[in-house]
């Protein structure tokens, strides 16, 4: 049981907790996850420790409510609360290296997974840009970003109001797109580095390899156990199978079959849709 | 005891819930003894002494099996105190009777050489065994035994870590803590029980079941940490720094795939995901759990193991039309009697001779279909003393929309990769002691054995215990000399 030390909403659908979980802090390395069970009869799912006190015991996560169970997280968790479980830390570290200049993009609540591994990239020597791009009140971290690295670019979308969300979604990628091609066209970069939805980092990597400039990626397939005894989060990369959780979660961009990542990750998305409905509805019932 | 017993030849049947009913849920499906159903089933035990009853010598932790049937008989008047006479007796050796009673293969092992089964059927052991656990549970005699085992523990003072909390790890736990070591479980996952939680079905083996059993061990102090991942979260090293000794029950938890074209198409499931998803998640309370399945209309398992079964078994209860393939004849099915005679009651269907080389999708991810290549078995037979089969060059395909891998599992990679520790073949090596290549850790279980049962399991535990035993007394005396 790992209590919640601090909780709070740092922007539209973006919940900070800042948890006790000693075990974490005390080993975690940037690139690495934790998977959570907050309720009983909850689920598993896979989050990243986005700063830690490896004295004090906490680390910080940043969740974006996205269906069921991040939406009971922000709606049923208090301060002083308990998380049931936190499992890490698991996978693998990215490695520290100096590799130069190093274009770090994070789509939506992506950057706060590029947080930790930018910062540490830019404190061993290397030149960090990181990238957010998302919808106007989704920003986070901008103030935090702009201290750890040498330049922190934010791109906000409006929301339009008009459209349905996975068009506006689709905004978020056309930004993305011409965000990047125009960084790339204008400045020579040693890598490019890039947490987000598996589509919106394939419609960067088009535009990379197009360049030949390196490209990371943190991949986040389903995953169940986090410890590599069930295969839900495997990839094809280099034509070989590979389980994201402990083989990854970071792979070359250049590797991954992306088509096969893509549909797996939209597997459940009927069910995930009936769970939230359900959801909403005990919510609506409840207030009654 | 010298009493006059007339033989009685036919086993004292169990009740069991009818298929048409229990497809359409996951409780259990062998209802088990009442106590007087168990006493009539005791006095078929013929008592052969101890030093010779082959029942026991089948057992791979050696419970006094005559023992504790006796005492069902002797104080068959009593129901309370026979309970716990029995379970004092099985205490002895096993701490997890509900469990072992459940899910062993008694018929190769306890059961199998019972002398009873010369003039009539063997003694139904397991269910005995069971029997006595369910009933002491249910009456709180067990925590009354506890009550009275927990204050008579001296304490060593030494410490004792165990990874994993799998039937290796709590066999192993449960012993060193009645010895008196202070012992500490690390799980990676949220609950303790390893396979008999994300494994074995509900049907087979209620979770509330094996989580009371687990509470038990917690009462005779052993300490369990969830969540730590040992190699991750902690390392051997700093295990051995806090620790006098290290006992590593990881199991084989790494899933096989089939190295096919189509492998990663959605529906294809691991076992272990599925199983997992099902049993741990509880997905079959979907939604009122948050974890989701998918089965489709069409199931086809690939393997017939004991694993290939509980799939298949679950699937059925989704309302799925199963079909179990294996690449081997009837006579290589590795699954449990019980469980493959149970399947086919649940209207599984199985289809032999069927090697998988391709699985199909709709164009858009999604399985649709799979292509299997016709084997046929020839007369050599190979190393494991299966008859080699080949294929024919023909091939057929069958539609499905989820597919379950069960093929085989290799131990966790995690703490494979220990720095030190003498691995072959993905296996943990150990000595006759079951001590590794890294002095004071020792291992068991299907870590040491890739894929076994649970009851070598837990026969490797309580060996592993009495060693580790040995290893700290020795321990302790020489730091009494140095002192």
């Not at chain 1, 030949?212 to 156990?225: E, R, T």
């Not at chain 1, 009927?270 to 005990?282: G, H, I, P, V």
């Not at chain 2, 003072?157 to 012992?183: F, H, M, N, R, S």
């Not at chain 2, 379950?404 to 599992?409: E, L, N, P, S, Y």
Request: proline share 5%; with cysteine.
């Amino acid at each position: 049981m790992y209590k919640i030390l601090e909780k709070k909403e740092i922007a539209m659908r973006n919940t900070w907790y800042k948890v006790h979980a000693p075990h974490v802090a005390r080993k975690v390395q940037p690139g690495q996850f934790v998977i959570v069970r907050a309720f009983e009869n909850g689920e598993r799912i896979p989050l990243t420790p986005v700063m830690w006190d490896r004295e004090k015991g906490w680390i910080v996560l940043v969740v974006f409510t996205r269906g069921r169970t991040t939406m009971r997280m922000a709606v049923e968790l208090k301060e002083g609360d308990e998380i049931l479980n936190i499992a890490g830390p698991l996978g693998n570290p990215v490695p520290m290296k100096k590799f130069g200049k190093i274009l770090a993009i994070g789509a939506y609540t992506g950057i706060v997974e590029v947080f930790p591994i930018a910062k540490a990239w830019q404190e061993l020597g290397n030149d960090v840009t990181t990238l957010n791009v998302t919808f106007e009140p989704m920003v986070v971290l901008k103030g935090e970003l702009e201290k750890a690295v040498s330049r922190h670019l934010v791109e906000p979308v409006p929301i339009d109001p008009n459209l349905d969300f996975p068009a506006n979604m689709r905004n978020v990628t056309k930004r993305l797109i011409e965000k990047v091609r125009a960084l790339l066209e204008s400045e020579e970069w040693d890598l490019v580095f890039m947490v987000g939805p598996a589509g919106d980092q394939r419609a960067v990597f088009n535009v990379v390899k197009e360049f030949g400039v390196p490209m990371k990626v943190d991949l986040h397939p389903i995953m169940v156990d986090g410890t590599g005894m069930c295969g839900a989060c495997r990839v094809t990369v280099g034509g070989e199978v590979k389980f994201a959780c402990i083989d990854g979660p970071e792979f070359d961009a250049y590797q991954v079959a992306w088509d096969e990542l893509i549909a797996r990750s939209g597997y459940y998305t009927d069910l995930e849709a009936r769970a939230m409905q359900e959801y909403m509805k005990a919510l609506q019932g409840g207030e009654q | 005891m010298a009493v006059k017993r007339k033989l009685i030849k036919e086993r004292v049947p169990t009740p069991e819930r009818p298929p048409e009913e229990r497809i359409r849920d996951f409780a259990e499906v062998n209802l088990g003894y009442t106590f007087e159903l168990a006493v009539k089933e005791a006095e078929r035990c013929l008592q052969c002494p101890y030093n010779y009853a082959p029942c026991i010598k089948g057992c791979p932790v050696h419970i006094d099996i005559p023992g504790f049937i006796s005492k069902l008989v002797e104080y068959r008047d009593n129901p309370d105190k026979a309970v716990k006479e029995a379970l004092n007796v099985i205490w002895a050796c096993n701490s997890l009777p509900a469990t072992t009673g459940r899910v062993c293969p008694q018929e190769d092992q306890c059961e199998m050489n019972c002398v009873m089964g010369k003039v009539g059927d063997k003694i139904n052991i397991g269910k005995l065994e069971r029997f006595v656990a369910d009933y002491a549970r249910e009456h709180g005699i067990d925590e009354e035994l506890l009550f009275e085992i927990v204050p008579k523990i001296e304490k060593k003072g030494q410490k004792v870590a165990i990874i994993g909390a799998g039937p290796a790890g709590l066999t192993a736990a449960g012993e060193l803590a009645k010895l008196g070591y202070d012992v500490t479980i690390y799980e990676a996952l949220h609950e303790a029980g390893g396979v008999l939680m994300y494994g074995i079905p509900e049907f087979r083996l209620p979770k509330e079941i094996v989580q009371s059993e687990i509470e038990k061990l917690k009462k005779l102090g052993v300490k369990i940490l969830t969540d730590h991942i040992v190699g991750k979260t902690v390392t051997m090293e700093e295990l051995l720094e806090e620790y006098d000794a290290v006992f590593i029950g990881s199991g084989a938890g790494t899933p096989r795939f089939i190295n096919a074209p189509g492998i990663n198409l959605n529906g294809i499931y691991s076992a272990n995901e599925f199983l997992t998803r099902v049993n741990l998640m509880k997905a079959y309370k979907f939604p009122e759990y948050d974890t989701p399945v998918k089965v489709g209309k069409r199931v086809i398992v690939i393997g017939a193991g004991n694993t290939g079964m509980d799939a298949a078994r679950s699937a059925r209860r989704f309302g799925a039309e199963v079909i179990i393939a294996y690449r081997r004849g009837p006579e290589d099915v590795s699954a449990r009697v019980e469980e493959v005679e149970h399947a086919k009651e649940e209207g599984i269907k199985f289809e032999f001779f069927l090697n998988p080389v391709e699985f199909i999708g709709d164009g858009r991810g999604n399985l649709k279909a799979v292509k299997f290549e016709k084997m046929k078995p020839l007369d050599e037979k190979d190393s494991r003393g299966k008859r080699k089969i080949v294929g024919t060059g023909e091939y057929v395909t069958l539609e499905a929309d989820t597919v379950i891998i069960a093929i085989g599992k290799h131990p966790n990679r995690l703490i494979v990769n220990t720095p030190g520790l003498k691995v072959e073949r993905g296996k943990i090596v150990v000595d006759e002691n079951l001590m590794t290549s890294i002095p004071g850790v020792f291992a068991g279980g299907d870590a040491i054995r890739g894929e076994a049962t649970v009851i070598l399991a837990m026969g490797d535990g309580r060996r592993a215990a009495k060693a580790i035993h040995e290893y700290l007394t020795k321990k302790r005396e020489e730091q009494r000399e140095n002192a």
